[in-house]
């Protein structure tokens, strides 16, 4: 399936690792220029893709998404750069498992608030894009309570996909889609679960447990879903809530 994407600009926030990496590299192979940021970007950075239509560029920025106005001159500076802003993509998270002031605070500040400000700094290019889209990156955490509970990280889960679809309805008579992706429990080198596998192996094999299919997702399969929904050739779909998880919850969304 071409995807349409050739051509467009996306900024994705916290692009640098796991889903966010897999996300700018999906993007990039389909021809789409790329702005990512994170916290840090490492000095292997992303190369440029050439598709059969274009060239397609991928710039990493070193960003705290908690600063409203560094965010805001971020966003100024891509769409300066690319001549635009096509597509959103929020994939930031505190990661905030333990109930404490601090990851209440935290998630607060990077699941919730940075995707609002992201939205509403990008509001004014996306609505002058004929292929507009924002997807945020949410969590089954977000859609039932896991057996960790989860703390502050479900409940802003969910936050932020409710958000998503008042985007959608909101922004349907302007042409702007916007969706959220919800991944179960995810692996990748240097993510919470390889930490848990090493140093948790009950915590670890617990989780493994609970999924039907005996594995945790790839970054890639998150990937996948996410660019599907920011791609033209998803033309129709906005407020969805597409889970990803290889049947590990077990809620019928309707």
Request: glycine residues 8%.
């Amino acid at each position: 399936m071409h995807l349409q994407l050739d051509g467009l600009t996306a900024v994705v926030t916290g692009g640098t690792k796991g889903i966010g990496r897999a996300i700018v590299e999906l993007l990039l192979a389909e021809g789409c220029n790329i702005s990512y940021c994170a916290r840090t970007v490492p000095k292997d950075a992303i190369p440029p893709r050439t598709t059969q239509s274009s060239k397609a560029r991928a710039v990493g920025t070193a960003l705290d998404i908690a600063d409203k106005a560094a965010l805001e001159a971020w966003v100024k500076d891509i769409a300066d750069t690319f001549g635009g802003i096509d597509i959103v993509v929020s994939n930031v998270s505190a990661l905030g498992i333990s109930s404490t002031p601090e990851n209440w605070k935290a998630s607060f500040d990077i699941d919730m608030m940075a995707f609002v400000n992201l939205v509403e700094s990008t509001l004014p290019y996306l609505r002058k894009s004929k292929a507009a889209a924002i997807v945020s990156v949410s969590s089954v955490s977000g859609r039932e309570i896991d057996f960790t509970a989860s703390g502050p990280y479900g409940a802003f889960k969910a936050a932020v996909t409710h958000y998503t679809q008042q985007l959608a309805y909101t922004l349907a008579p302007e042409g702007i889609r916007s969706n959220s992706v919800s991944p179960g429990n995810t692996f990748f080198e240097g993510s919470v679960w390889d930490y848990a596998k090493r140093d948790n192996p009950e915590l670890y094999n617990k989780a493994l447990a609970l999924n039907p299919t005996g594995r945790m997702a790839t970054p890639e399969e998150i990937a996948n879903a996410v660019v599907f929904l920011a791609s033209p050739a998803s033309s129709f779909t906005s407020g969805t809530n597409l889970v990803v998880d290889g049947a590990l919850t077990r809620g019928v969304q309707l």
